[in-house]
């Protein structure tokens, strides 16, 4: 079975701009978690989605939403960019709601200059 | 709040030591998990253990164990005989639940295996 996938690998964005990072659970997992990663620190949790609602959000500023699909698939989204959000974005599914593995996705490196 | 600390930022071992990683969590929920996860130079968080409070059992699967003590809040990682495929950045994670799922990383522990 295929793990879980993020697009794209990696982004190169300017201050201001939008960004839409895309991540695809494992097939059968319906909740879905975003973590930012900047260099050098664990990773810090933003949004859990599970089933299709929101079920969790970090300490994060507005500039940043996510949603969920239908087919479990999910968004996450960052407005205004500022060079402090660069950052390796991880995704993270699985199977329910509480205290099941987490499995991660590659991540999306994204570079904001 | 939840709180993981691993003091050691980074540890050299030459092939065939052992080794291990401390972990050293703080939280007021009676009802807790702990993870750990491998980062390898790929970036990929592999899932590695997890364990509920409840459970103060040793683990052991294969060349890696686990000691987790309660009573000094510590969730121990030891890999017997290293080998350069374990050098990696390790994480420790608590889960406190509380209605909704986030893990609260450390801030890793980045091994290098010798040969």
């Known amino acids: 079975d295929a793990g879980v996938t993020q697009s794209p690998t990696h982004l190169i964005k300017t201050r201001g701009q939008h960004v839409t990072l895309r991540c695809s659970p494992i097939s059968g997992h319906k909740s879905v978690s975003w973590y930012q990663q900047v260099l050098g620190q664990g990773p810090q949790f933003i949004f859990q989605?599970?089933?299709?609602?929101?079920?969790g959000r970090g300490n994060f500023p507005d500039r940043f939403s996510a949603r969920q699909f239908p087919n479990y698939s999910s968004e996450l989204n960052v407005n205004a960019l500022l060079l402090g959000d660069s950052a390796l974005y991880l995704c993270a599914s699985s199977l329910g709601r509480d205290r099941y593995e987490q499995y991660f996705g590659p991540g999306t490196r994204l570079t904001v200059t | 709040a939840q709180k993981v600390t691993q003091a050691q930022t980074e540890i050299s071992v030459v092939e065939k030591e052992d080794v291990t990683l401390d972990c050293v969590y703080e939280t007021r929920d009676t009802t807790y998990y702990l993870f750990w996860y491998k980062q390898p130079p790929s970036g990929e968080l592999v899932f590695l253990i997890r364990?509920?409070?409840?459970?103060?059992q040793n683990e052991i699967s294969g060349r890696y164990s686990w000691n987790f003590q309660k009573s000094t809040s510590s969730f121990n990682f030891t890999i017997t005989a290293s080998q350069v495929v374990d050098s990696a950045v390790y994480f420790c994670a608590l889960d406190s639940g509380a209605g909704s799922y986030q893990l609260t990383f450390g801030k890793g522990t980045k091994l290098s295996v010798i040969p």
């Open positions: 364990r509920n409070s409840f459970d103060e």
């Open positions: 989605y599970y089933e299709k609602e929101e079920r």
